[in-house]
């Protein structure tokens, strides 16, 4: 069979579909780390982290941020379930910058580890899609 030259990205959450795109090449934060994709690539299941997800189409490349889910890789294309994804261009900032700091207040006086693993994890929620927003769209 002959190697795809491109890959179909579909993102959806369980309330929208974000994204349905030809695209030349994608990253995602796996469990075990980001990991690319490129037409072609062998099969997969991951589970997903907090993190920026990117996809490039030609020489542009848009983010997003996402937060746990799935993701299946096919040769010709990538599927994310994602449980939390918002484009670049959709955060709100302030909102994330109010979050950040409820959670580095919750993390400085949380006495409980649960307490302080769920401050943790809204912390890295807030930063990613801090980092996410300060992305313009940039070229490869
Ligand atoms: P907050 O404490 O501000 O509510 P959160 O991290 O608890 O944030 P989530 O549970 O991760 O929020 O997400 C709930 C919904 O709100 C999701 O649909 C998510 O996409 C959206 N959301 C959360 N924060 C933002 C943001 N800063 N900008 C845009 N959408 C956001």
Do not use: C
Not at 32 to 51: D, I, N
């Amino acid at each position: 069979m002959a190697i795809p030259t491109k890959v179909t990205l579909e993102i959806v959450t369980p309330d929208r579909a974000l994204v349905n795109e030809e695209v030349d090449e994608v990253e995602l934060p796996g469990s075990e780390g980001y990991f690319g994709v490129l037409p072609g690539h062998t099969e997969l299941l991951a589970s997903l982290q907090v993190g920026e997800l990117w996809y490039r189409v030609g020489q542009e490349k848009h983010y997003l941020a996402v937060a746990f889910g799935f993701v299946e890789v096919l040769p010709d294309r990538v599927t994310v379930l994602a449980r939390i994804a918002e484009k670049a261009q959709d955060i709100d900032v302030a909102r994330a910058e109010a979050a950040k700091k409820r959670a580095e207040e919750r993390m400085s006086r949380s006495q409980v580890d649960m307490d302080f693993e769920r401050a943790r994890i809204a912390l890295m929620k807030s930063l990613i899609r801090l980092q996410v927003a300060s992305r313009a769209r940039t070229r490869a």
